[in-house]
T-cell receptor, first 116, second 116 residues
Framework: ELKVEQNPLFLSMQEGKNYTIYCNYS?????LYWYRQDPGKSLESLFV?????AVKQEGRLMASLDTKARLSTLHITAAVHDLSATYFC????????????????FGKGTHLIIQP | DAGVIQSPRHEVTEMGQEVTLRCKPI?????LFWYRQTMMRGLELLIY????????DSGMPEDRFSAKMPNASFSTLKIQPSEPRDSAVYFC??????????????FGPGTRLTVT
């Protein structure tokens, strides 16, 4: 059974600081996703990471993937209040048939509060 | 592009009643997913379809839950009879499989279900 663990689950930080959210998963995976969710809203896709060593950046957010360690990180640089949200990592396995897409297994989410 | 459309956005019903949630995926997408989000269990995959065919329904909680996809532009998730523990936000997502290229699952706004 695939398990996805995020830490920390809660994070309160000040604007301007840097921090990293960690996502560990238990089984070899083809791809890893990061999503953002604002309170009462849907999930917004941030990054899709496919291969070992993949690094993607968008503004103050940078995501990386180490498939050997089964670890992904989401790094926040010089945090601003607008980044306050819950961040989820999710892992997609290859279906038993060997091809096609699969559903996602989500971590519990990291509730991030950035104080002005 | 209108994105994934779900209806209703909110549903309040009494225990024992039948509930039907509806989803219209993004045009041209070949995968459709149903997820459920609760505080206790987080985000869980319920079932997904490929080209209107159910592929994996192992996440469906019990026989009270059923899902159909009669055509490429419409899916339903039905709960009969509903119970208070079914209260959750139900998300529909769709994607277009692109093999080794990165592809995303796009989430709808969700249906907030309350069973009293």
């Amino acid at each position: 059974e695939l398990k996805v663990e995020q830490n920390p689950l809660f994070l309160s930080m000040q604007e301007g600081k840097n921090y990293t959210i960690y996502c560990n998963y238990s089984t070899t995976s083809d791809r890893l996703y990061w999503y953002r969710q604002d309170p009462g809203k849907s999930l917004e896709s941030l990054f899709v990471l496919l291969s070992n060593g993949a690094v993607k950046q968008e503004g103050r957010l940078m995501a990386s993937l180490d498939t050997k360690a089964r670890l992904s990180t989401l790094h926040i640089t010089a945090a601003v209040h607008d980044l306050s949200a819950t961040y989820f990592c999710a892992v997609e396995l290859k279906p038993p048939s060997g091809g096609g897409a699969d559903g996602l297994t989500f971590g519990k989410g990291t509730h991030l509060i950035i104080q002005p | 592009d209108a994105g994934v459309i779900q209806s209703p956005r909110h549903e309040v019903t009494e225990m024992g009643q039948e509930v039907t949630l509806r989803c219209k995926p993004i045009s041209g997408h070949d995968y459709l997913f149903w997820y459920r989000q609760t505080m206790m269990r987080g985000l869980e995959l319920l079932i997904y379809f490929n080209n209107n065919v159910p592929i994996d329904d192992s996440g469906m909680p019990e026989d009270r839950f059923s899902a159909k996809m009669p055509n490429a532009s419409f899916s339903t998730l039905k709960i009969q009879p509903s119970e208070p523990r079914d209260s959750a936000v139900y998300f529909c997502a769709s994607s277009l499989y692109m093999g080794l290229a990165p592809y995303e699952q796009y989430f709808g706004p969700g249906t907030r279900l309350t069973v009293t």
